[in-house]
């Protein structure tokens, strides 16, 4: 048998044939948080093993995932690893759970994410069970929500989010946390309530029978009708990615969370924001994305050109970390709002790689922070010298967050933006300016922060740990392996892929689909 | 594309020992295939070692230096393939393909950006200026920049710069190419802000980062206009559908051929975009700026090249539009030459305006269409471009010797530094006549625009030689804390700007004959009216003359005058800030501010309102029943009266 023969079958193909997959992901964390939550921790004596529970959890739960990713069938159009069970038949209710290309990037997404949050959770000593447990429903939430096909369920786990998050930052915050937790918590719940809102519309105009995210986004609406659940969609959607001007909570939260929610939230649960609106609005509702198009190219351009500016006069590096973490939201956005292929394509390419370069410089700043012992980017100066590491992953977190080449983030960029030229030039030119005021923000950053003049009068300093440049390492990695290898490595001399099928074509599954059913190409121009 | 290591290696070792009819024979046709792959592998390795393994400065220099090496006999070994081919070697390379819709247009069924390696004799000479000025700079460096900071990042970003600028000229894939491109522009920004330790020069790069970064985001629009109306993104294929694709307008080609030049105009340093350059050319490390000005003027000249094609589809008003900016840009860059006296900024706004009249040229040969004298234009920035190197490192040394940047404090190099007041002279005298084949090839002297370019080519001259006669004659003044006495030549130093400029000077001479052109483009050009090049060459003459009058005059009274004019223009440039930061900047970060700070007030506001209502429910459930009842009975009855027909409307 030739070797081409022998790895034509991808690694780790038909390992896993369970009907539960997507379940695992979901339940396995909160059983590792239910165990956290109930082990006995005399004078916190188990405390490495709660801390060793946390992360092979994660490590296991990436591992089913990444066989998931593997098996995957991109050129299939319809969900995979499906999970049907009848729940509430009354209300039409289903334990209904599925994955298409969207939903595997967003789940590669939370995995690395979740990993990097307990690494970057080690440093907590206080209350450790208590933490972990909340991490871990957190994650389990996202994961839930990320592959729920009822919208039942997707409100289930969309709301279970908010608590566990805000606990987490009610409890180990920094100074301001009770503000930044309450704020989360209504801006949060103002979003989910939205999210009823505008799922009980959905479900009342498609006849009240069923929560089936299939079947309600397959029926025909008129216009009205979609514009109506479109809008209170945006709303859920800009709540949580955040979008300018219901952005309140990002500041705060991200600031003063504890370094590894700030990665969770900034990585993967901010970007359920988006997802949503690629699930529902987009894929279901095309006439109402056609008409919000300008609404959220303008709410793209504002959310950048605001996060870029606030970033300049943030005097706190945490403050200006959460307002540059707000940027890839823009820009996902502007993908979506191009209702274009390529658009889409990008935005959702833009999903995973904003998710990485906001959770990166979120959570370099926050690291930062730490190890600097102080927020205040006056004091700070010249660390570079004194901590290389986090300076070259803040440099790497810096160009990732602009899209430089070599990097993923450069080719979800130049998919958006030019999917973005042909419905929504303003909008897509607006966001690039958006992108030099940014790039302006982060330019002043780094130079003060890392690279100008040493201040004699800060407190002492030390370079990130071994965790910490781990936890950061991981997600420069993913950008930049994602950037060398979209299509994934292959054998040389072959196409066979080698042990990646490449996260750009699995991405993509379903997405033509969306695109061709709901979105045929006109050319600008063109007389119809 | 690194998978692809192991086909080239074959590819190498066939190309040494294929074809072997009596002994040993070496077809370089053959090695192209893995010569010009290497063109780019051979600067990123070079980097990655410098990234992995270096951490002094001399082993940093060493590496960077056998980087460029390593790349400048690649580009030979790829001219000599090249020429004996007779063509360009094309190949592709996938980066990726992806399916992006099942219906509609076939093009925009496919996204895919492909590393399209075209290498023809224009992208191999333009790589060549550009290693010849890097291993120039390098070696200047080595000796001049011992005192800079972070020499392992200094060439570490220096290498991956060749390798970007290789990889925007090898490109003929937009989105690649662009790629490159805003890989050499945060390389750039990083360069330049090389001395992040002192505020001035990290302050004067932001507006290098800030200003070419918005023009760079202009290009990428460009390149997104077109590839969202033809779903092209390869250069070829763009070019042979730009009027055949259905839909295409003529206004849609204006509007993306206006952004790709403005994308290009910033990187090539045009008016008003020169600010980068100018504002940087003193606080950044001189190797550094050299570098960025002469590899960012051939790289920026060569794609405005190869897109003056699709600008020709546009149309004539776009073009005249295009062609009064250059020369619009020529003029006022060689005006504020004259003003100041801070010499590299001198040397900066000069040079660029020779490559602003070389712009001029390209686009004037567009614009006269079918005429292919446009590649007289590239000529002359390829000659410009080390020439302006050199005298940026030239000036550099004196500086430095005479811890001055004011030319009115400067003199008596010709005396104490001959060799470096030489390698300055040489290099004004190139700057100020590189042109003169471009334009005596491209453009009427007897035209508005050939007056305008003239009138630009006498002051860019002036400008030009100023530097060397400010700092090479008159008395050197003594001032605090410095010794006149114990200003000389840098011991090894002037060996590397000298021998640039001769370089320079050899392209200027090569411009001015058709045969240097034709090889350059593979086409027959007509040869320049000596009468013409005369013309043209008489006007740097004067200007050269008409400088060298004024200082022979006085000294003091031109560089007074200058710095008169100088002192007006800071003013009327802070002036200019201010408005603008009064009025934009301000204003927009008031209004974040504000936004910023209203934002917990009016969280607070809402949900002191939601406590309310709920302490209102609660009271309200504790009240009589019975009178509210009456009262909200009361009002309903008022609120439907008032809306019922007949009564409002």
């Keep these: 048998m030739t070797l081409a023969a022998i790895t034509t079958q991808t ?28 082990m006995p921790n005399p004078r916190g004596r188990y405390d490495a093993l709660v801390k060793q529970i946390a992360f092979f959890t994660n490590l296991g739960t990436m591992f089913i995932l990444f066989i998931a990713y593997n098996q995957f069938e991109n050129f299939l159009p319809t969900m995979q690893y499906e999970e049907k069970v009848p729940w509430l038949p009354a209300l039409g209710v289903t334990y209904h759970l599925g994955v298409d290309g969207p939903g595997i ?46 919208f039942f369920v997707l409100v289930l786990f969309w709301g279970a989010s908010i608590v566990p998050i805000a606990l987490l930052i009610l409890g ?74 219901l952005h309140g909570w990002a500041r705060d939260a991200l600031a003063e969370a504890p370094a590894g929610v700030t990665v969770l939230v900034a990585g993967t649960t901010s970007r359920l924001g988006a997802f949503l609106l690629l699930r529902v609005v987009i894929a279901g509702e ?81 690291t930062l922070s730490e190890r600097a012992q102080t927020r205040s980017v006056e004091l700070l100066g010249g660390l570079a010298p004194r901590m290389p590491n986090i300076a070259w992953l803040m440099t790497l977190g810096a160009f990732g967050l602009l899209g430089v080449p070599i990097l993923a983030s450069f080719t979800a960029e130049v998919m958006t933006f030019f999917g973005a030229m042909k419905n929504q030039p303003v909008g897509g030119f607006a966001v690039a300016m958006g992108l030099a005021v940014t790039a302006v923000a982060l330019a002043i950053l780094l130079g003060r922060v890392l690279f100008g003049a040493t201040n004699p009068d800060a407190p002492g300093v030390s370079d990130a740990s071994l965790g910490e440049t781990w936890y950061l390492g991981i997600l420069a990695g993913a950008l930049l392996w994602v950037g060398l290898f979209p299509g994934g490595p292959k054998i040389p001399g072959t196409d066979v892929p080698l042990f990646d099928p490449g996260f750009m074509l699995q991405m993509m599954a379903g997405v033509s689909d969306i695109a061709s059913t709901n979105y045929s190409i006109p050319i600008p121009g063109a007389s119809p | 594309m690194l998978w692809h290591a192991g086909d080239l290696l074959a590819a190498a070792s066939g190309a040494a020992s294929g074809a072997r009819p009596s002994g040993f024979t070496f077809d370089p046709v053959a090695a192209l295939q893995w010569a010009v792959p290497l063109l780019l592998i051979a600067p990123f390795a070079s980097f990655l070692l410098a990234l992995s393994s270096v951490r002094t400065r001399r082993s940093a220099s060493a590496t960077a230096m056998l980087g460029a090496v390593v790349t400048l006999l690649l580009t030979l070994l790829v001219a000599w393939g090249v020429i004996k081919k007779g063509s360009a070697f094309v190949a592709t390379y996938k980066y990726v393909t992806m399916s992006v819709a099942f219906s509609g247009v076939a093009n925009f069924q496919t996204f895919s950006i492909d590393l399209v390696m075209h290498a023809d004799k224009l992208t191999v000479v333009a790589l060549l200026v550009i ?215 001198i040397i900066t706004l000069a040079a660029s305006s020779a490559t602003a009249i070389a712009a001029a040229v390209v686009i004037n040969a567009a614009y006269h269409s079918p005429a292919a004298y446009g590649i007289a234009g590239v000529a002359a920035v390829l000659a410009v471009a080390p020439a302006r190197a050199a005298a940026m490192l030239a ?91 114990r200003v000389r030549e840098p011991q090894g130093a002037l060996g590397f700007p000298y021998w640039l400029v001769v370089a320079g000077a050899a392209l200027a001479l090569a411009s001015l004959a058709t045969g240097w052109l034709g090889f350059i483009d593979g086409q027959k050009h007509p040869a320049a009216p000596a009468a013409a090049l005369g013309l043209w060459a008489a006007l740097g003459v004067a200007g050269f003359i008409a400088c060298g009058l004024a200082f022979w005059r006085g000294k003091d009274g031109a560089l007074g005058v200058s710095a008169f004019a100088g002192a007006w223009l800071q003013r009327g440039t802070s002036a200019g800030y201010h408005v603008v930061d009064r009025f934009l900047i301000s204003p927009s970060m008031d209004l974040v501010r504000r936004f910023g700070d209203w934002l917990p007030a009016g969280d607070g506001a809402i949900g002191r309102f939601a406590a309310a209502t709920g302490q209102l429910a609660l009271a309200s459930s504790r009240a009589p029943a019975l009178p509210i009842v009456v009262a909200l009975a009361v009002v309903l009855a008022l609120v439907f009266a008032l809306a019922a027909p007949g009564i409002v409307r």
Aim: charged letters at 10%; aromatic letters at 8%; proline letters at 4%.
């Design chain 1, 11 to 38: 690694i780790g193909a038909g390992i896993f044939s369970s009907a539960f997959l997507l379940s695992l992901l979901i339940w396995v964390p909160v059983v590792a948080a239910v165990a956290i939550a109930t």
């Design chain 2, 395 to 485: 000036v550099s040394a004196i500086a430095g010797a005479m811890r001055t940047d004011d030319l009115t404090e400067m003199g008596d190099a010709w005396r104490r530094m001959r060799a470096t007041a030489g390698a300055l002279l040489l290099s004004a005298l190139v700057i100020g006549l590189a042109a003169t084949g471009a334009l005596a090839f491209g453009v009427s002297s007897r035209s508005r625009i050939g007056f305008a370019l003239g009138e630009a080519v006498l002051l860019l001259a002036v400008g030009a030689v100023r530097v060397f006669l400010g700092a090479s004659f008159g008395p050197l003044r003594r001032r605090r804390t410095f010794d006149p006495e």
């Design chain 1, 105 to 150: 990037a967003m789940l590669m997404l939370s995995g690395l994410i979740g990993i990097a949050s307990v690494l970057a959770s080690l440093g907590v000593r206080e209350r450790l069970r208590s933490y972990f447990a909340l991490l871990l429903l957190a994650e389990a939430s996202v994961n839930g929500a990320i592959v729920a096909r009822d």
């Design chain 2, 131 to 345: 290693e010849v000025c890097l291993i120039a700079a390098i070696g200047w460096h080595q000796l001049m920049g011992r005192n800079e900071p972070g020499a392992a990042r200094f060439h570490g970003e220096l290498t991956l710069l060749l390798f970007a600028c290789a990889g925007i000229l090898l490109s003929w894939d937009l989105a690649a190419m662009f790629g490159f491109w805003a890989l050499a522009g945060a390389l750039t920004y990083l360069m330049l802000a090389h001395r992040w330790g002192l505020d001035e020069p990290a302050m004067r790069a932001r507006v290098a980062l800030a200003l070419p970064f918005l023009t760079d985001l202009c290009l990428l629009c460009g390149i997104g206009w077109f590839y969202a109306r033809y779903g092209l993104a390869n250069l070829s294929s763009l070019l042979a559908n730009l009027h055949t694709n259905p839909g295409w307008t003529v206004r849609s080609i204006v509007l993306g051929s206006a952004l790709l030049f403005v994308g290009v105009a910033g990187r090539l340093a045009l008016w008003p975009f020169v600010a980068w350059m100018t504002r940087t050319a003193v606080t950044a490390p001189p190797a550094a700026s050299a570098v960025v000005q002469a590899a960012w003027s051939i790289v920026a000249i060569v794609v405005l090249y190869r897109l003056t094609p699709i600008f020709v589809g546009s149309n004539t008003q776009t073009l005249q539009a295009m062609l009064v900016a250059c020369a619009v840009a020529a003029v006022i860059m060689a005006v504020l030459g004259l003003f100041g006296n801070e010499p590299r900024r």
């Design chain 1, 286 to 366: 095309p006439a109402a994305a056609h008409l919000l198009s300008p609404v959220l190219a303008a709410l793209a351009a504002l959310t950048v050109g605001y996060a870029g500016l606030a970033a300049i006069r943030s005097l706190d590096i945490r403050h200006a970390g959460a307002y540059l973490a707000m940027v890839p939201g823009g820009v996902t956005i502007l993908g979506l709002a191009a209702v274009s292929p390529l658009g889409i394509a990008g935005s959702v390419l833009s999903l995973f790689t904003g998710g990485l370069a906001a959770a990166l410089i979120a959570g370099v700043c926050a």
């Design chain 1, 172 to 245: 180990w915050g920094g100074p301001r946390r009770v503000a930044a937790a309450w704020r989360l918590v209504g801006y949060w719940g103002f979003g989910t309530a939205a999210l009823v809102v505008g799922v009980l519309a959905l479900y009342a105009a498609a006849g009240g029978r069923t929560f089936d995210m299939e079947t309600l986004l397959q029926t025909t609406l008129s216009p009205r009708i979609q514009l109506g659940i479109s809008v209170a969609m945006v709303v859920a959607a800009a709540t949580r990615l955040p979008l300018f001007p």
